[in-house]
């Protein structure tokens, strides 16, 4: 066997599950460890940045980042690890289009300052003090990262070679894509092309074993508002389901616990913006599409407005990847 490959992990802006699923995939994580050393991993283990930072240019084999570049620590460390890497990963939905943490640019910097150290019943804080990057202590200056205005993932700042998407990935697909690495390693066989998604082309709705049918929706039900039945399409009950905009691999795993797709593997190659997608595809069922002329904005509006929560239903896992990337504010009179 070839020597162990080099593999580094790292968490940016994340809930940590993404480092959960590498942990939960079974005994295939038996396969790592014969296939891998691991080098850095700060969740697990104790290595250094200066571990890294010693290192020589592509010393590490593969680099997995997940989580969204939220801070300048996440910025620094994706530099680092693309620095020092042969291939670079974005893992999970938040390092592949945004994901969760993404939805924070509806907002920025000064206002979430705002919440969480002024305007919450639970802080005392009545000089308003905030972090600070720098602080200066008798042994000396302690620094922290500085957080920043506007959530962006890790493509946007460094050059990546594969993204594993989903919330987080399961593990089907990070096993296909540690089978191509020690394939790789083991047998000298081709990669996955450059910029590959690791999971299938297809839409979930392709793989869904749901009956579909062609049908018109006059209404629109939360999951709560109704009993969802196990056999028919859930978007054919009036559930938006994100199926039709949703990239397959995931195995149906909401499907099939009977709740509608959220969208966490993002849009297909096909598509650019996965809640515009969405949308596209609910006017065409709610009938809107072809009565375009026949409906005032005002009936529009109303037949829309049954989705509650359109961002977060839309545009959950996809935010900073979408056309939209962030709520701008126009500053006029100090608001
Ligand atoms: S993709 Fe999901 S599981 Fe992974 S870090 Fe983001 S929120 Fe957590
Ligand atoms: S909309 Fe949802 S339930 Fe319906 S076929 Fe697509 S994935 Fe399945
Ligand atoms: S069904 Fe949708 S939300 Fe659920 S895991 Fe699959 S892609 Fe993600």
Not at 202 to 227: F, G
Not at 254 to 277: E, H, K, L
Request: charged letters at 25%; proline letters at 5%.
């Amino acid at each position: 066997m070839a020597d162990k490959i080099k593999l580094a992990l790292y968490w940016g802006g994340t809930c940590g599950g993404c480092d959960v699923a590498v942990l939960d995939i079974d005994e295939n994580i038996l396969d790592v460890a014969a296939l891998a050393d691991v080098v850095f991993w700060p969740i697990a283990m104790d290595h250094k940045v200066k571990d890294v930072e010693a290192m020589e240019e592509n010393e590490i084999t593969c680099s997995i980042y997940n989580g969204v570049i939220r801070n300048s620590e996440n910025l620094h460390i994706a530099k680092l690890l693309r620095e020092k890497s042969l291939l670079m990963v974005a893992f999970g939905s938040c390092a592949c289009f945004g994901g969760i943490p993404g939805l924070a640019n509806v907002t920025n910097r000064e206002e979430i300052f705002e919440k969480v150290y002024r305007d919450t019943a639970s802080t005392d804080n009545p000089d308003f003090v905030t972090p600070q990057t720098e602080l200066d202590v008798p042994e000396g200056t302690v620094t922290l990262p500085e957080l920043f205005d506007t959530v962006v993932c890790v493509d946007d700042v460094v050059d990546v070679d594969y993204y594993i998407p989903g919330c987080p990935p399961t593990t089907n697909l990070i096993m296909d894509f540690l089978a191509a690495v020690k394939a790789f390693v083991n047998e000298g066989a081709d990669l996955p092309p450059k910029g590959a998604v690791i999971a299938s082309d297809k839409t979930l709705c392709d793989e869904c074993p749901r009956e579909k049918k062609d049908k018109m929706l006059t209404k629109v039900y939360r999951p709560h508002e109704i009993v969802i039945e196990d056999e028919t399409c859930i978007l054919d009950q009036g559930v938006i389901c994100l199926g039709p905009a949703t990239r397959a691999g995931c195995e149906a795993k909401c499907i099939n616990a009977n709740m509608p797709c959220r969208g966490c593997m993002g849009p297909t190659a096909a598509v650019y913006d996965q809640g515009g997608s969405m949308l596209a595809a609910l006017t065409s069922i709610l009938n809107i599409t072809d009565r375009e002329h026949e409906l005032s904005e005002e009936d529009i509006f109303e037949i829309v407005s049954q989705v509650k929560d359109p961002l977060g239903t839309f545009y959950r896992f996809s935010m900073p990847k979408s056309l939209l990337k962030r709520s701008v504010r126009e500053k006029s009179g100090g608001s």
